[in-house]
């Protein structure tokens, strides 16, 4: 065996051997962050023989492996000691001969092929992208599915999530877990949003329907990264006429529920802090605890990288607080198809407009994911149409 073929092998291990421990909800999910970059720098290193991508990755499983029982601490120091070895004696011959490195972000389970369930579900999740956008949500689903649509159903070779949420916190709720089905877009922007949402959302005909991702904040309204932008109403900023005196906006409104809005401002910063003290507890150090935002997110097609467009798309309203590709779609699609079904969306800000980085994006994906499935677990009886 090859030292390479060695080192995917013994990851593999590794990684499995991390998954199924029992941990609690947010124990998981702290797990899974960390294990989550592990495997991506360790994946790069693969590619690069960058060491110090070696060794941050293996710290981070150091930093999982410490939270084990004394059994499993002593036999993950074993398997990243030779992990390290194997990684420092590997040579760039060695990777080049390597035919098949897996892919760190690939998707949890395998998938089955195959007309679609059409039960409906508690809460449908869209997201513009797999990863990290939903894999950090299908993180704190149990029993968790992965489906492919066939190519005669309304969501032809669509791969789609069948799970459930766990409410432990939730005081005299109807159900102790709620069915979720989760999707993801192949392309991000509105015009994927809007087929996706509308497509599951005539096939499982959920309660509830929300989006988790990431998105950019304004920084002169307060906004910080990491962040949490949960707005009440999108307009797109690309909408308009051109004419001879230039581009004249004609922004489209959509709104998020009412119902939905009103229990994130009663509910959300509380939520917040108690998913801070838990993480806080399970990492044994300090946490930043993102703020909540819920006024008006901005919307359009194209990516924006330059601090005067996010401000001339400010100038059009003082409240905008974020901005993002997709939210327009998915409130108007629900709008359009269910007009009682609630709906919100869930960003956390990776980034402030310009010079973008992805130096925040997962942690931006993992506090949007954690607050979404803690807020729809603890309000889901409150969300609901009357």
């Avoid at 760190?104 to 998938?111: F, G, K, V």
Wanted: charged share 25%.
């Amino acid at each position: 065996m090859s030292r390479v073929d060695e080192f995917i092998r013994l990851l593999q291990d590794i990684e499995d051997k991390l998954r199924a421990a029992k941990r609690s909800p947010i124990e998981a999910a702290v797990d899974d962050f960390e294990l989550a970059g592990a495997l991506d720098l360790l994946k790069r290193f693969l590619a690069s023989g960058n060491l110090r991508d070696l060794n941050e990755g293996i710290d981070r499983l150091t930093r999982v492996f410490t939270r084990r029982n004394k059994g499993d601490r002593e036999q993950g120091r074993s398997s990243l000691a030779r992990l390290r070895t194997l990684g420092e004696e590997m040579t760039q011959a060695d990777r080049e001969n390597a035919l098949d490195v897996p892919d760190a972000a690939s998707a949890p389970h395998s998938a089955n092929k195959g007309p679609i369930d059409p039960a409906r579900c508690d809460l449908l999740v869209v997201a513009a992208l797999y990863e990290p956008e939903l894999s950090a949500f299908l993180r704190r689903i149990s029993n968790l599915q992965q489906l492919i649509g066939s190519t005669d159903s309304l969501l032809p070779s669509i791969t789609y999530y069948r799970g459930t949420l766990d409410r432990p916190q939730a005081a005299n709720a109807a159900a102790d877990s709620l069915s979720v089905v989760a999707v993801f877009q192949d392309r991000v922007g509105m015009v994927d949003c809007s087929f996706l949402a509308t497509a599951a959302i005539r096939v499982f005909r959920p309660t509830v329907v929300a989006m988790t991702g990431v998105c950019a904040g304004r920084g002169v309204a307060g906004v910080r990264l990491c962040d949490l932008i949960v707005p009440s109403q999108v307009f797109t900023y690309d909408t308009g006429k051109y004419g001879e005196r230039g581009f004249q906006p004609e922004p489209l409104w959509a709104d998020a529920s009412e119902r939905v809005s009103r229990r994130v401002i009663a509910a959300g910063d509380d939520i917040l802090q108690e998913l801070s003290r838990e993480i806080q507890a399970a990492y044994e150090g300090r946490v930043n605890v993102p703020r909540l935002h819920t006024q008006i997110m901005a919307c359009g097609s194209a990516v924006v990288d330059h601090q005067d467009i996010v401000q001339s798309i400010g100038d059009a309203n003082r409240k905008v607080v974020g901005l993002d590709m997709e939210s327009y779609a998915l409130l108007r699609a629900v709008k359009l198809c269910s007009p009682t079904t609630p709906v919100f969306v869930v960003k956390g800000v990776m980034d402030l407009g310009s010079k973008k980085r992805d130096r925040v994006k997962k942690k931006a994906a993992f506090w949007a994911a954690s607050f979404l499935a803690r807020f729809v677990a603890q309000e889901f009886d409150s969300l609901k149409p009357a």
